[in-house]
C-alpha cells in the first residue's frame, strides 16, 4: 500500500493487471477526473478502463448538483468523450443511484 502517488508510478502499478479505480466526486463540482486528482492521468484511467471505474458518491453529495451530470476534465478531449455515459454510484449500503457523467 502506498499513498499520494503520482501518475507514473500508478501506471506501472497497474500496467497489465486488472485494476479497479475507486473515485467520488469533488464536493460542490461534481468533477470525477480533473479538478484535484490530476494523478489520476489520462493512461492510469485508459489502462484501468472505463468498466473498471467504481463511483463512490452520497446521496447529499449527489443531491447538491441538483441534477447536473458528473464531470469529467482529464486534459484529452478524446477520453473525456470517451468517459461520458451512464454509472451506478455507490450511495450507501446496498444503495445505487444511476449518475450521468459528462464532459462539459
Do not use: W
Amino acid at each position: 500500500m502506498a499513498k499520494d502517488l503520482g501518475g507514473s508510478v500508478l501506471l506501472s502499478l497497474f500496467k497489465g493487471i486488472k485494476a479497479k479505480l475507486v473515485v467520488t466526486i469533488t464536493g460542490g463540482q461534481g468533477f470525477l477526473f480533473g479538478r484535484g486528482n490530476q494523478q489520476l492521468t489520462p493512461e492510469v484511467i485508459r489502462e484501468v478502463g472505463k468498466e473498471n471505474i467504481i463511483i463512490l458518491a452520497t446521496k447529499t453529495k449527489l443531491a447538491a448538483l441538483s441534477g447536473r451530470p458528473l464531470l469529467v476534465d482529464t486534459y484529452d478531449e478524446e477520453l473525456n468523450r470517451s468517459l461520458c455515459g451512464y454509472y451506478r454510484a455507490i450511495a450507501g449500503c446496498g444503495e445505487t443511484i444511476v449518475c450521468k457523467v459528462s464532459d462539459h
